[in-house]
Each structure stands twice: as structure tokens, then as C-alpha cells.
């Protein structure tokens, strides 16, 4: 069974610009959940992806979407990059039906 | 769903249980407890859920009080690789499927 696989491990990027992290879900699983986690904080919810479409979003502004592909995994983009979006991102997949989540190694993304 | 309330950092001796408290006094008859940890720079690691009944797996044991408003949890035999920051979920199992962290308790096992 392989697990929750995140690329790229390590990111940086300048103020505007723009970024696309990956995540391919455990095998089985159809739903994937991102996550950010800033320095010194627990993980905040960004959104969900359950068959391709969204299916939960927390208090993230648009410039935060995503996308689900067939084959379940997901990516993550963030457009016009701010400096407080420099956070270890953090990628989840689980089994609709039953609910826990297992999480990938996760991207740090510095912004600078 | 319910908050959970955890004390910021423990201790404990290499080789002894650790138990992880955690208050949950307003959760709802529906929600489930969930366990899990996050060692240094690395992703959340599920440890353990439950609802009502205890629940031990390989890894824990959870201990839920029978009005359900606090639960521990129990590491039997700690070592050094269980020093981690340990996070109390309460969320109800259903589709959305957000998880919502709290700070946790930062355990540090000592020789």
C-alpha cells in the first residue's frame, strides 16, 4: 500500500508570483484535503476534493484553488503570493465513507 | 465542532506510559475523539479514534470518560521517537471531512 506522496519537498518563490503543489492520494483513497500549517501553529484547513470538485473550503481567499484528477490525486495552487503564505503545506487523503485522514511528508514553501 | 482543551507540554521518562490528556466538555453525542502527532517538520500521523468505547491499537490505547467530556491518551512504553507534538480532535465523522487542530501538547521523552 503506498502512502500520501507530496512534491515538490521544498519551494521557493518571490512576492507575486505564482505556485503549484502536488499530491498523489494512498491508494484506494478518493478524497484529498490541503492543508497550511504556518511556523509554530497547528494545521489549518484549506479545502477538499471529493470527485473531482470541491467540497469544503475553510476561510482561504480564492486565490487558493485546486484541482482533483481522475486518478484522485490533487494539486494545490496559490496565485499573487504573499509573504505570510511562506508554511509547510500539507496534503491528506482518506476514503469517503470513513473518515480518517492520513497525511503526505508535506511542501515547505518560502516566499520571500 | 467541539474545541478541545490540552495542556501546552509534557515530560515523561523513557520506557513509562505517557498519558495525553485532553478536555472535549462540550462535545455532541455524534462526534468522535481523534488522536494524532506531529513529529518535527513531518506531516500529522493518525494515531487512534473513538466514540465511546475505549480503543487500543498498536501504537495507543484511548481512555474516553463516560460522559464523554475528556479523554486520554495512553502510550504504553514511550521512547525517544514518540517525542511530538500530540493534537485532541473532536469532529463529527461525515463528508467535509475537516480536520480543525488546535495547539496540542508538545510531549518530550527523556532518558
Known amino acids: 500500500e503506498t502512502g500520501v506522496t507530496q512534491s515538490p519537498t521544498h519551494l521557493i518563490k518571490t512576492r507575486g508570483q505564482q505556485v503549484t503543489l502536488r499530491c498523489s492520494s494512498q491508494?484506494?483513497?478518493?478524497?484529498v484535503s490541503w492543508y497550511q500549517q504556518a511556523l509554530g501553529q497547528g494545521p489549518q484547513f484549506i479545502f477538499q476534493?471529493?470527485?473531482?470538485?470541491?467540497?469544503g473550503r475553510g476561510n482561504f481567499p480564492p486565490r487558493f484553488s485546486g484541482l482533483q484528477f481522475p486518478n484522485y490525486s490533487s494539486e494545490l495552487n496559490v496565485n499573487a503570493l504573499e509573504l505570510d503564505d511562506s508554511a509547510l503545506y500539507l496534503c491528506?487523503?482518506?476514503?469517503?465513507?470513513?473518515?480518517?485522514?492520513?497525511f503526505g511528508p508535506g511542501t515547505r514553501l518560502l516566499v520571500l | 465542532d467541539a474545541k478541545t482543551t490540552q495542556p501546552p507540554s509534557m515530560d515523561c521518562a523513557e520506557g513509562r506510559a505517557a498519558n495525553l490528556p485532553c478536555n472535549h466538555s462540550?462535545?455532541?453525542?455524534?462526534?468522535?475523539v481523534y488522536w494524532y502527532r506531529q513529529i518535527h517538520s513531518q506531516g500529522p500521523q493518525y494515531i487512534i479514534h473513538?466514540?465511546?468505547n475505549n480503543e487500543t491499537n498498536e501504537m495507543a490505547s484511548l481512555i474516553i470518560t463516560e460522559d464523554r467530556k475528556s479523554s486520554t491518551l495512553i502510550l504504553p512504553h514511550a521512547t525517544l521517537r514518540d517525542t511530538a507534538v500530540y493534537y485532541c480532535?473532536?469532529?463529527?465523522?461525515?463528508?467535509?471531512?475537516?480536520?480543525?487542530f488546535g495547539g496540542g501538547t508538545r510531549l518530550m521523552v527523556k532518558p
Open positions: 491528506a487523503s482518506s476514503l469517503q465513507g470513513l473518515e480518517t485522514q492520513y
Open positions: 480532535i473532536v469532529r463529527l465523522n461525515n463528508a467535509g471531512n475537516m480536520l480543525t
Open positions: 491508494s484506494g483513497h478518493n478524497t
Open positions: 476534493y471529493y470527485r473531482e470538485e470541491e467540497n
Open positions: 462540550t462535545i455532541s453525542g455524534n462526534e468522535y
Open positions: 473513538g466514540l465511546k
